[in-house]
């Protein structure tokens, strides 16, 4: 069964850098997504992505935040400069019909 | 905001009883869809219910749909050990660009 991959599953970075998560679709879906999930608390939407371009972000997504789908499979979140309180898991999914997909995340910690 | 809010926050049974959650809305939707989330882990699609139905099955889970009230109920029967984890609902606007998570209830199932 097809399936939404995530890498890496865990990320541990020092405050400043700049973090690449990455995110296989489902191939035939056209939708992706990005979710974080702040230990204890609600999944959050970042933002929603379609046809080479941000549908839609949250509040959250700011200038720190960049989607990008580099090539026909791949999905990435960059954050360019991690906060101690970006530290959270990061889901990505992807949706062909009404369904969303999620991936199993990448837990990121900020040092 | 469009969150959702599930309630109860926590529930505890015994294996082989029924649960019941319960999820609030704030503004009109497409669908409305369960997840469940084990500890630490990705978000399981466990039914979706479209804003014109009212109530649909899939093997031991009910879901209804109240949309004047604007909620929504998750029924487990003879629920098992393994149905242990967080239950959360997301609700899509029209243009699926978004979708709003619960802060889910956690649900433990004792054998």
């Known amino acids: 069964e097809p399936e939404v991959t995530q890498t890496p599953s865990h990320q541990v970075t020092q405050m400043g850098q700049e973090v690449i998560l990455r995110c296989v679709p489902i191939?035939?879906?056209?939708?992706f997504y990005w979710y974080r999930q702040i230990l204890g608390q609600k999944v959050e939407f970042l933002v929603s992505?379609?046809?080479?371009?941000?549908?839609?972000k949250s509040e959250i997504f700011d200038d720190q935040f960049s989607v990008e789908r580099p090539d026909g499979s791949n999905f990435t979140l960059k954050i360019r400069s991690t906060k101690l309180e970006d530290s959270a898991m990061y889901f990505c999914?992807?949706?062909?019909?009404?369904?969303?997909?999620f991936g199993p995340g990448t837990r990121l910690t900020v040092l | 905001s469009q969150q959702g809010e599930e309630d109860p926050q926590a529930l505890s049974i015994q294996e082989g009883e029924n649960a019941t959650m319960n999820c609030s809305y704030k503004?009109?939707?497409?669908?409305l869809q369960w997840y469940r989330q084990n500890s630490g882990r990705g978000l399981v699609h466990l039914i979706l219910i479209r804003s014109n139905e009212r109530e649909k099955h899939s093997g031991r889970l009910r879901v209804t749909l109240d949309t004047s009230k604007k909620s929504s109920s998750l029924l487990i029967t003879a629920s098992r050990a393994a149905d242990t984890a967080s239950y959360f609902c997301a609700t899509a606007l029209y243009n699926f660009n978004k979708f709003y998570f619960g802060s889910g209830t956690k649900l433990n199932v004792k054998p």
């Open positions: 503004t009109s939707i497409n669908n």
């Open positions: 992505f379609y046809n080479n371009e941000i549908s839609e």
């Open positions: 191939s035939n879906h056209l939708y």
């Open positions: 999914a992807s949706r062909g019909g009404n369904e969303q997909f």
